[in-house]
Nanobody, 124 residues
Framework: QVQLVESGGGLVQAGGSLRLSCAAS????????MGWFRQAPGKEREFVAG????????YYADSVKGRFTISRDNAKRMVYLQMNSLKPEDSAVYYC?????????????????WGQGTQVTVSS
């Protein structure tokens, strides 16, 4: 398995930027497609972005497309989420997620390991 620890959340004004990081432990990090989900109070956890094992392919929710960028560094066992042009509706706890190999991004059921989450708050 893989253990995940997020960092980089915080408070930012609308229009600002944040970069989330996810540090993974375990020798098999490159085996897992990785992604980011978020959950706002009273709402279900939703898919934000995903990246394939080799970083060749990326996937985004429509709500963040063009504003967020996911990347990974397999040598450093890191996953990143660059968030630009942030909006108040982006406020949520953001979770790093390791997906089962050959699974479809976007499904909570496909996640085999979660980080503890990092809070992002965007003020208007």
């Amino acid at each position: 398995q893989v253990q995940l620890v997020e960092s980089g959340g915080g408070l930012v004004q609308a229009g600002g930027s944040l970069r989330l990081s996810c540090a993974a432990s375990g020798r098999t990090f490159s085996y897992f497609p990785m992604g980011w989900f978020r959950q706002a109070p009273g709402k279900e956890r939703e898919f934000v972005a995903g990246i394939s094992r080799s970083a060749v392919s990326t996937y985004y929710a429509d709500s963040v497309k063009g504003r967020f960028t996911i990347s990974r560094d397999n040598a450093k066992r890191m996953v990143y989420l660059q968030m630009n042009s942030l909006k108040p509706e982006d406020s949520a706890v953001y979770y790093c997620a390791a997906h089962a190999p050959n699974s479809n991004f976007g499904s909570v059921a496909a996640v085999v390991s979660w980080g503890q989450g990092t809070q992002v708050t965007v003020s208007s």
